[in-house]
């Protein structure tokens, strides 16, 4: 792979990160896990080809702003995801809440106290 080729890997992924940022945005958490995956699979195929190859000082500079670009985006979708998980959280604790108030109060069956035989 050629030094511009792996710029163009890097550029390929930072679009991948603005659509998982995209994603996290309208809270489209199935779009995001499956971009996140295919990111995954990016991400392992560069860090593979990246380090036996040797960048000039203007290839070395746009990589590490494309890094840095991808990290401020993944840093966003990192706290949207921390507070996905907060709200579900909370709606899991409520539905319990009701789960167990609905266990106390709830009739156990027609109990009836009248003698048998009257209705």
């Known amino acids: 792979m050629t030094q511009e080729q792996v710029l163009d890997a ?3 992924l ?4 603005n659509r998982m ?37 203007t290839q070395q500079e746009r990589k590490a702003e494309l890094l840095e670009q991808i990290l401020e985006q993944d840093m966003e979708i ?5 507070e996905r998980r907060d709200a579900l959280s909370e709606l899991i604790g409520v539905s319990q809440r009701k789960r167990d108030l ?15 035989g009257r209705t």
Request: aromatic letters at 8%.
């Open 21 to 57: 940022l995209e994603w996290a945005r309208l809270e489209d958490w199935d779009s995001l896990v499956n971009e996140e995956s295919r990111y995954v699979i990016e991400v392992e195929r560069l860090s593979k080809l990246d380090p036996g190859l040797s960048l000039d000082v």
């Open 78 to 82: 990192r706290q949207r995801l921390v």
């Open 10 to 12: 890097y550029e390929s």
């Open 102 to 116: 609905n266990r106390a109060y709830r009739p156990l069956g027609k109990v009836s106290h009248l003698p048998k």
């Open 14 to 17: 930072r679009e991948r990160s």
